[in-house]
Nanobody, 123 residues
């Protein structure tokens, strides 16, 4: 079982940067691929990016490629999302998630979810 807690959300102007963190419980953090999703009001949950167990491979949605970077520190049981060049369209609740699969992308491929943190990008 894994508990995930996101932090770092807030209000930022368009063009700015923000770094989200996700702290995980347990002693088997390195056994899980980690991902970030987001959900805006009235819209479906959207895949953002994911990283493999040892951090050797990352994959990101086209909408954030070149702007968002996922990383992890297994010694700290923490995964990060560095967001740059933020746009109003990035406004959403951001969730981190853990998966027992090797290369998860779809929401149903993730087993554990955090509570979410709000990111608001103003024009």
């Amino acid at each position: 079982q894994v508990q995930l807690v996101e932090s770092g959300g807030g209000l930022v102007q368009a063009g700015g940067s923000l770094r989200l963190s996700c702290a995980a419980s347990g002693r088997t953090f390195s056994s899980y691929a980690m991902g970030w999703f987001r959900q805006a009001p009235g819209k479906e949950r959207e895949f953002v990016t994911r990283i493999t167990r040892s951090g050797g491979s990352t994959y990101a949605a086209d909408s954030v490629k070149g702007r968002f970077t996922i990383s992890r520190d297994n010694a700290k049981n923490t995964v990060y999302l560095q967001m740059t060049s933020l746009k109003p369209e990035d406004t959403a609740v951001y969730y981190c998630a853990a998966s027992s699969r090797l290369l998860p992308v779809r929401y149903y491929e993730y087993d554990y979810w955090g509570q979410g943190t709000q990111v608001t990008v103003s024009s």
